[in-house]
């Protein structure tokens, strides 16, 4: 027992020294790269440089470069010298390209370089990492964060503190997660909020894609509309709230719905149908049925103000990839998120911060 | 021609010394009242107090009246001593209970008090101001400004700095309107957007009511869902932004919705037409007709960042209401809006800001 106790604690010693905590305390060579540098891939960029860690930037498009190297981070002229020898990379650009963009990295690094993307859909992706053997270094991820400019030039060092950071555990990839929850949580102050790929698309088609087409009609509308001026002018906070991201550029825009089309489809119609009901209730003048409709709606919003979490600590032992993955899901699906992550040879254990039931 | 010009001279003077521009600085003695002091109205009193004004407040709700006493703003106990002997009234409160304020306050007050309200539709109220005969003093108004939280606690003496605030000028009022023009300029800082009640009614709908529609929609689509935690977990910039008016006290905005059902349904769907649009191009796929109708709505989105604006000095005789009201509401449908406005004996002049074609 004592033995075993000896042996408990010389693993836990060993799980401290090796753990993925330390990526940045006891790993300070951690060699990082990011493949394509727009406003999120930049921004990732631009964070990893801010706080020391080794990393080259690239993008396609050479003025993006030119812009990286102003800002004084390292960016390599052919992507294969950005991702050479490196321990982590992180792919961005627009949505179309990231399949063909993950065949190039995975081509060009080694079979324990750590892939991850910053997408805004997820399963298409999934499903093709799938087909090409690389579930097991390959994380599908979702940085929940933007603003309604695009490039590097907008990017921003600190965009991703506080927010949620979307990763999908799959049962064999879960040392390349690992060590990404780490990461993001280190080295961005994200949320980490793990999800299937295919749970987060309906997810986001509600908590992000529908908001887009909304934005898109009520300005569009107000545009055709033969009051157009009077409307802009007499724009409140309601319109212009409800139409800022009506103002991103329409191509991003028209990738990020395309992405995750029928899950979108699917969560326009539970919008609409709410929006029939407000109406139904508007036509007959029920006041009622408008204040209990609204209620709703308060309740949903008074949540979006702080809820209250309750810290959990869990562990596993590193072999029960199924139990592990099914928590993971079940923290993302509470609405819960991962400020941590420690990973031994033979322990895995995560703080996890689910809402207060 | 010279004793002409002399006369026109001496005309100026007597603009100046009795115009309305001097509402404040010459006739410091004027006396306001704000009857119904809520978030809006709050604003107002506080507004006014703030500046020096001679303005006392009064709300049906006695906590409201205790809670203005603590802020310092003189407040009576009877809305008859509010109003009494006063040479403005603002009315605000809940909207359905503006025409049995106007009524009361109407009553109360003599023949040459200016009355104007601050409720978020104007068709009706204006119809029944007429139907009492109260045209030549009620100014019906709507500064577009407010916040998502309620009564007086929540009023802010800048909440109209720079914000629209619509008054709907009738050819047998207009001696009304051009002071309340001045008061508001002056006072408020706000932009004067002059309009037909029923044309700011049709505005408002879509720049404002269906917004708040939209909100209620997306916000009670995700408060059932099945995915609501994860949902509320993954919410970023798109829905908090696309859902912050719903959570607006509920009577409030069922109030407003009712207070201009017609109109508001009528924009409803010009909104979902465009909606269903958007929808059809992505079911199939079509990109190019899905971005250019992003485009459209970034065309009207980009105008709400800033419009370049011509300034235009324009006169009328007194007596030509029917020149004046309608280059008045041209201003308002060009999305132009007032800043200044002096008024004397034969000429009334109005500074318009127009937006640059």
Redesign the interface.
Known sequence: MRQARRGAGRLRDDTERRGTRMVLRADARLRVAVVGTGLIGGSVLLRLHAVGVDVTGWDPDEQTRRQARLAGVPTAERLVDAVAGRDVVFLGGPLPTLPATLVEVAAATAEDCLLTDVGSTKAELAAFAAEQGLTSRFVPGHP???TDRAGLTAALPDLFTG??W?LCPAPDGLAAFRRLVTLVTDVFAA?V?P?AAD?HD???A???H????????????????P??????????????????????P??R??NM??GN?DQ??A??T??????D???AA??C?D?DA??A?????????????G?PYDEQVMSFPVGAAAAEVAWLYDV??????LSGCRAGADTVSYVARR?RV
Chains 1, 2 share one sequence.
């Open positions: 929940m964060a933007g927010a949620a979307v949320r909020v999800m749970r309906a997810v986001v509600l908590a992000s529908v908001p887009h087409l909304l934005a898109g009609a009520l300005a569009g509308a107000a545009h055709r509309s009051s157009r001026d009077a409307v802009l002018a007499l724009a409140a906070g309601s319109f212009r709230d409800g139409t800022r991201v009506a103002g991103t329409a191509h825009t028209g719905l395309r089309r979108v489809l969560a326009l539970q919008v609409t149908g709410f929006l009901e407000l109406a508007l036509r003048d006041v408008l204040t409709r609204y209620a709703e709606a308060a309740a949903a919003r008074a949540e979006l103000a809820r993302g699906a509470a609405g819960g998120h809402p």
